[in-house]
T-cell receptor, first 113, second 115 residues
Framework: KQEVTQIPAALSVPEGENLVLNCSFT??????LQWFRQDPGKGLTSLLL?????REQTSGRLNASLDKSSGRSTLYIAASQPGDSATYLC????????????FGSGTRLSIRP | ETGVTQSPTHLIKTRGQQVTLRCSSQ?????VSWYQQALGQGPQFIFQ???????GRGNFPPRFSGLQFPNYSSELNVNALELDDSALYLC??????????????FGSGTQLSVL
């Protein structure tokens, strides 16, 4: 059974720092992995999608990597800003069920001005 | 803005009642998925509809049911509401053949409170 874990559950850093969020999954048989951002009480915004054949994706100050063999993904945020404060969720789409995306519980990020 | 709209935004019901939540998918998307998100947790997959047919279901009882219409909009129905059904219900649309291989676009959700 696929499980997705995100550690830490919460993180607070001062503005301007570079930071890394971690995601691990138990079964490497996945189509893709996505990183999402969620503001309080709101829906999810897709940040980056990495197909299983890819190693990383970049968008602006964000870079996501995927290592299927070790069951890990990281989301790197460069030069953090207070507007980056949100919950970041990772999710995998497993081969075993090509419709059922499995989410981690998220990391709640707070950037201090 | 993702182009996915959900209604209503907030809803309060009492235990035992029935509720219908609605979702309009992004233009051109043929797949709609529904998720339940409890406070402090990641979203849990309820089911997915592709071209008006159910295309996968999570571990939710039969009192959770859905529909997809020819214009690809969708409804989530929950009968015999329980207190634990209180959550944020999210709808996501995508353009896919047989699964959500493409990017998901989420609506802002419906916050359901069951008293």
């Amino acid at each position: 059974k696929q499980e997705v874990t995100q550690i830490p559950a919460a993180l607070s850093v001062p503005e301007g720092e570079n930071l890394v969020l971690n995601c691990s999954f138990t079964d490497s048989a996945i189509y893709n992995l996505q990183w999402f951002r969620q503001d309080p009480g709101k829906g999810l915004t897709s940040l980056l999608l990495i197909q299983s054949s890819q190693r990383e994706q970049t968008s602006g100050r964000l870079n996501a990597s995927l290592d299927k063999s070790s069951g890990r993904s990281t989301l790197y945020i460069a030069a953090s800003q207070p507007g980056d404060s949100a919950t970041y969720l990772c999710a995998v789409l497993p081969y075993s069920s090509a419709s059922k995306i499995i989410f981690g519980s998220g990391t709640r990020l707070s950037i201090r001005p | 803005e993702t182009g996915v709209t959900q209604s209503p935004t907030h809803l309060i019901k009492t235990r035992g009642q029935q509720v219908t939540l609605r979702c309009s998918s992004q233009s051109g998307h043929n797949t709609v998925s529904w998720y339940q998100q409890a406070l402090g947790q990641g979203p849990q997959f309820i089911f997915q509809y592709y071209r008006e047919e159910e295309n996968g279901r999570g571990n939710f009882p039969p009192r959770f049911s859905g529909l997809q219409f020819p214009n690809y909009s969708s409804e989530l129905n929950v009968n015999a509401l329980e207190l634990d059904d209180s959550a944020l219900y999210l709808c996501a649309s995508s353009l896919a053949g047989t699964g959500g291989v493409e990017k998901l676009f989420f609506g802002s959700g419906t916050q359901l409170s069951v008293l």
